[in-house]
């Protein structure tokens, strides 16, 4: 079962459009959400997270726009480069003593010229 | 710092074989954990350690045996290795258990025929 949807499973976006990638979990226990941006032969780094009280969170040309009610969140990319051609993990985190991740399936980024 | 490093970073096994997957991080992290990445399924958590000498199941275990007798390094076995093991691997630590940042290794590609 799983218990972060993550969605497109692949995404092509010019040089200077937005690039947007979904999430949607069930569990509303989760209390932190990152994303994780992954290139090939590495492994994932962090690169933006919210907790569920924020509506919205901004780090340059990063965005997570969270909605708790309908329980999605989704990581915005402004003006995106060739550089960001990546992959992209979601990630929702359980409460308790450990900092147990469950991640999404991934979305490869492709950003062309 | 050298941050999280992982040995090897390539490995093909035989069905059944055994072997022993390094991780060791210098960050006097307390927080280590063990991931799978399979494609199509992103990274499912297979054991973590909240300090030396605690371990705990992650979401799929079975098959892999860890401990952790010094605080920098997390060892993973695979006791008798399948087909169904090959996967990349990745370690993971962060300075507590619920600390927000989780810090990735560079991978271990195994390969089991």
């Known amino acids: 079962q799983q218990q972060v949807k993550q969605s497109p499973q692949s995404l092509i976006v010019q040089k200077g459009g937005i690039s947007i990638i979904n999430c949607a979990y069930e569990?509303?226990?989760?209390?932190?959400f990152p994303w994780y941006q992954q290139f090939p032969g590495k492994g994932p780094a962090l690169l933006i997270a919210?907790?569920?009280?924020?509506s919205e969170k901004k780090e340059g040309r990063f965005t997570i726009s969270f909605n708790k009610s309908a329980k999605q969140f989704s990581l915005h990319i402004m003006d995106s480069q060739p550089g960001d051609s990546a992959t992209y993990f979601c990630?929702?985190?359980?409460?308790?003593?450990?900092?147990?991740?469950?991640f999404g399936t991934g979305t490869r980024l492709q950003v062309t010229l | 710092n050298a941050g999280v490093t992982q040995t090897p970073k390539f490995q093909v096994l035989k069905t059944g074989q055994s072997m022993t997957l390094q991780c060791a991080q210098d960050?006097?992290?307390?927080?280590m954990s063990w991931y799978r990445q399979d494609p199509g399924m992103g990274l499912r958590l297979i054991h973590y350690?909240?300090?030396?000498?605690?371990?705990d199941q992650g979401e799929v275990p079975n098959g892999y045996n860890v401990s952790r007798s010094t605080t920098e390094d997390f060892p993973l076995r695979l006791l008798s290795a399948a087909p169904s093991q090959t996967s990349v691997y990745f370690c993971?630590?962060?300075?507590?258990?619920?600390?927000?940042?989780?810090?990735f290794g560079p991978g271990t590609r195994l390969t089991v025929l």
């Open positions: 960050m006097n992290h307390e927080y």
């Open positions: 919210i907790r569920p009280d924020v």
């Open positions: 569990n509303t226990a989760f209390d932190y």
């Open positions: 350690s909240v300090g030396a000498g605690i371990t």
């Open positions: 993971a630590s962060s300075l507590w258990a619920h600390t927000d940042t989780q810090y």
């Open positions: 990630a929702a985190r359980y409460p308790g003593t450990a900092s147990k991740l469950t």
